[in-house]
Structures are given as C-alpha cells and as structure tokens.
C-alpha cells in the first residue's frame, strides 16, 4: 500500500509539477517561493495519503496544502497588503478546484514565455524551463549541460530573484511581440533536445539524455501554443532524430552513422508523427528554420521506402538553412550535404571557407574534415583531422568509431 | 585563469598501458586528447603518472615519520595524471574534462601564485 501511494505521489509529480507551479508562480510570482511551497506540499502528502487515503484530486490537494504554507510564508514575512488580494482570489480559485469538476487551469505555457524572457541570460533559459515547467532539479540539468552543480543551482536561484525583483510579467506577450518571443521559445526547447548536423553530434552531445523531456516541451508548446509553423516543424525536428534512437548503435554497441544505419531499426511510428507535423507546418507557407530542419531529416528518412538518400534535395534545404540561420552547425551539415551531391571537392572547398577561429573546438567540423580529407586519399591531412575529431569528443562509441575511420587510412 | 583536472584511471585503464594488446589504442587516446588541447592553445602543464603501485607514500602518525609503498588511499581509481590548462571559467574546464579518455575527472581552479 504504501508502495502504491508512493507511486501514486509521484506520478502526480511528474504530470502535475509543471502545472501546479506555473499556476501558483503566475499568481504569486516569487517563483523560489512556490517551488519551496510545492516541495513542501509533496513532503506532507508523502506523510499524510498512506494514513488518510489518496485524496479524491490529488492536484487539489497539493494546491491547496502549497497555498497555505504561502499564506504561513506571507505572514511571518508581513507581505504588503497588495498580495492579500492575490491570495484570497487563489483561495477561491482552489475552493472551485476541489468542490467542483473544473478544469485545472494549464498555465505552462505563460511559464514558457516567461522563461525565455529577453531579461533572462539566454543560457539559463533552457536550465529553467526544465527546472520550473518540468520539475528536473538543478543536479540532473547541471550534468546535461556539463555544469558544477552547485553553480547551476546559484545561476537558476539568481534567474528567479530576477523574476521576482525586476518583476518580470507573467502576461502572454502581445501579437506583435509573439513571433520574437516564441522563437525563444523554440530556441531553448531545441536546446534541451541537443541535436547536432548529423548523428554523430547527437550522440556526442551530453544533452541527450534530455531528448524526451525536450520533445515532451514541445508537445506542450504544440498543444497550447500559437499555432505558428515553426511550433510544428520544431516537433517534426525532433521525432524524426528521435525515431533513429534505436539505429544508431549495433548489438555490439557500436556506434553507427546515419548512412550505414539499418532503417528497419528506425521507428516507424515517429517517422510518421514528424511527417504529418511537418506537413502541417508546410500548410502555412511560411518557411522557417525547424522546418527546414525538419525537412531535411524528412529527406533522410525517405530512405525508409526508396532505398536512397537525395542529397541534391538535401543540399538545397541546407542552402535554405544558411541563408536565413547561418549556425556553425548548418554550414556544416551543408558541407557534408554538398559533398555527397556535388563531389568531394566542392565540399572541401565549402569547407576550408569557414572561418578557422569558429572551429578550433568544434568537433563535428573535424569529423567531417576527417571523412573528406580521407576520400581525397590526403592521409596526413584527413590523420591530423581524427586526431582532433577524436580529442573533442565526448561519447567513447563516437571517439571509436572515429578511430576505426582513421585506421583505414593508406599509410 | 588556470584550473587543474585531476584524470582518475581504473584498473583496466593502468594494465592497459602494458598490456601490447591495448597498448597502442590505450596511448592513441592520450595523444588525442592532448592534441585537441595543445591546438586549443591552453595548455599551461601536463604530467601522466606512472602506476600506483609505484608510488611512496610518506606519513607522520604522532610525530613519526613513516613511509609507505603505494598510494594514499586504496581506491578503485586512482590518479593516472593531471592536466593544468588555462581558461576562462570552470564552465569551460568541465567542458574539456568530459573530452578526456578516463571515467573520472576532477577539476579544481589553481591559487594564483603569490606575489
């Protein structure tokens, strides 16, 4: 029984935690505050459902125990009389919430918008979407972003004293603000998600282990957001890498390229999903660069059913890409397209035009490097190439297989 | 500033220096690593280690002076070497620490030397 219970806790937790404090944070703003409340409301139901049973809304009664430990805070701290008025109105709120079927109101997406706020430093936007819409605490964020811990937990309490003192809204932004503020948005979910120009970045990158908590954001976004284009390609992006997931290691668990990956390993299930959200997005007519990503990845799966993979479409969306997002990582993602569709040569042409100063620590650069070098037989150049793709990496399976490409090397 | 990664070996990793089966891939990692540093320009100083097993240890227990064979402490994993590098923030450190070929790094940030 308490077993059960204790399952029962949590996965209230997991469901409800982004909900229950973009609710109470929206209403109270003091973000540190209710995120102590709610923990605190977790605690006693930990003490208190194995006694007295798993209340009828178990959502309710976290609101409610986390709005009185508020109220207990607000009095020892002698809050000014303007918060009174916000408490009793949650109060109603709540006493609505328990005695009736009224639907919990869904406040994540405000939450959102709030965490990308253009006051908020953009490399804790992602770090604090996670934390506050999510519930990931701040040690497992800090190991996917390879950040000491505590150092992570001290920039996220600073982000939310700035929410707090600068008073940060919690309004949805304005119509003509909303196409800035949600590519923010965006832009910290794909962050979560870590996905590189190919299979090998993703796989390197220690974000990974976020992709489902990534794609679950974007389902949100999806949901309750704009219906904006983008909102569909970014989830399209993501289902497409994700249903590769299987693929990219054999049974001897190495490490397997996009091109030598065995499709029927891929899932089929999500390829459709990104499809269909994909051709959604393209309804509206209006590009954008998670679509152009996302079709790019569509492009790739079409291997799926013929067989092969288009790299002269592939080049093009990639042509696409660099106009209108010209990331280090799509320049080259559009070398290593250009390669496969025009040759070699151009490819290493494309390649030796990126400012050097951009890639001395960027590993997929020297990967590609290496593959392209080796195919030209420049053996010394493509050997120096590994070496370096190899000292940046930080996946064993990927530093393998790098190792295995440069021992084919004619000496 | 300057910070030192501390570069923790396991067993397998100090009899992998040896044995000729493993040897060459075990010291190609090494070499790959430290490339991609030294290329980074933010090498102040690296040493490897030999193995614990050669190491003395000294201790003063009540005012006695004794010595030791081995290391400090018996632990699974013991210092295989340490890299000091130079760069802005321990952001930046742990970020090269993840790169290095061993399961365990720790990073510390160096006292500037005294005036």
Redesign the interface.
């Given at each position: 029984m308490a077993m059960e219970i204790n399952q029962v806790i949590e996965e209230t937790a997991r469901d409800a935690y982004g909900r229950l404090l973009s609710y109470l944070a929206v209403n109270w703003r003091d973000l540190q505050a209710v995120e102590d409340a709610i923990g605190d409301a977790f605690l006693s139901a930990l003490e208190t459902w194995p006694k007295a049973g798993i209340p009828d809304k178990p959502e309710a009664w976290l609101i409610t125990a986390a709005r009185r430990r508020l109220i207990d805070r607000a009095r020892r701290t002698r809050i000014s009389d303007s918060a009174l008025p916000t408490l009793h109105a949650m109060s109603e709120d709540t006493q609505l919430l328990t005695t009736s079927d009224a639907a919990f109101p869904d406040e994540r997406l405000r939450m959102m918008f709030l965490c990308t706020h253009p006051a908020i430093d953009p490399m804790m936007r992602t770090p604090l979407m996670l934390q506050t819409v999510l519930g990931i605490d701040a040690a497992r964020i800090a190991s996917a972003f390879?950040?000491?811990p505590s150092?992570m937990g001290q920039r996220l309490t600073r982000a939310k004293a700035k929410i707090r003192v600068e008073r940060l809204t919690f309004e949805m932004p304005d119509a003509e603000e909303i196409p800035a503020r949600l590519d923010s948005v965006l832009e910290a979910i794909y962050a979560a998600y870590g996905s590189g120009w190919d299979e090998a970045a993703s796989v390197d990158s220690?974000r990974r282990q976020l992709a489902g908590e990534a794609i679950y954001l974007g389902k949100l976004l999806l949901h309750h957001g704009p219906s904006e284009p983008e909102v569909y390609g970014l989830s399209a992006l993501m289902l497409h890498c994700e249903a590769r997931r299987g693929a990219r290691y054999d049974d001897e668990g190495n490490y397997m390229p996009l091109s030598d990956q065995d499709c029927s390993r891929w899932d089929q299930r999500l390829i459709m999903e990104a499809e269909h959200y994909l051709h959604t997005a393209s309804q509206a007519g209006r590009i954008g660069r998670f679509q152009l990503m996302a079709a790019i990845q569509s492009v790739h799966a079409q291997r799926l059913w013929t067989g092969r993979t288009e790299w002269v479409a592939i080049a093009q969306l990639y042509e696409g890409l660099v106009r209108i997002c010209p990331t280090i990582g799509a320049f080259i993602g559009r070398v290593a397209a250009v390669a496969e569709a025009y040759g070699v040569d151009q490819g290493i042409h494309l390649l030796e035009a990126i400012p050097f100063e951009e890639v001395?620590?960027y590993q997929p650069y020297w990967a590609l490097a290496g593959h392209l070098y080796k195919r030209l037989n420049r053996v010394e150049v493509a050997r120096s190439a590994y070496?370096?793709a190899?000292?940046?990496?930080?996946d064993?399976a990927v530093?393998q297989f790098l190792?295995r490409q440069a021992s084919e090397l004619m000496t | 500033m300057t910070y030192t990664l501390m570069l923790f070996e396991s067993e397998e990793d100090f009899a992998a220096r040896t044995d000729p089966a493993r040897q060459e891939?075990y010291l190609?990692?090494w070499?790959?690593?430290?490339?991609?540093?030294k290329?980074?320009g933010i090498v102040v100083y690296g040493a490897g280690l030999y193995a614990p097993e050669t190491a003395a240890t000294m201790k003063r227990r009540g005012g006695e002076l004794m010595v030791q064979d081995g290391p400090f402490a018996e632990t699974k994993e013991q210092l295989g070497g340490i890299m000091v590098i130079d760069v802005p923030d321990?952001?930046t450190a742990?970020?090269w620490a993840?790169?290095a070929?061993v399961a365990t790094v720790e990073v510390r940030q160096n006292i500037p030397p005294l005036k």
């Open positions: 390879i950040v000491k150092t220690s001395v620590n070496s370096r190899i000292g940046l990496s930080t064993a530093r190792d | 891939q190609a990692g070499t790959h690593f430290t490339r991609a540093l290329e980074a321990i952001d742990l970020e993840a790169r070929p």
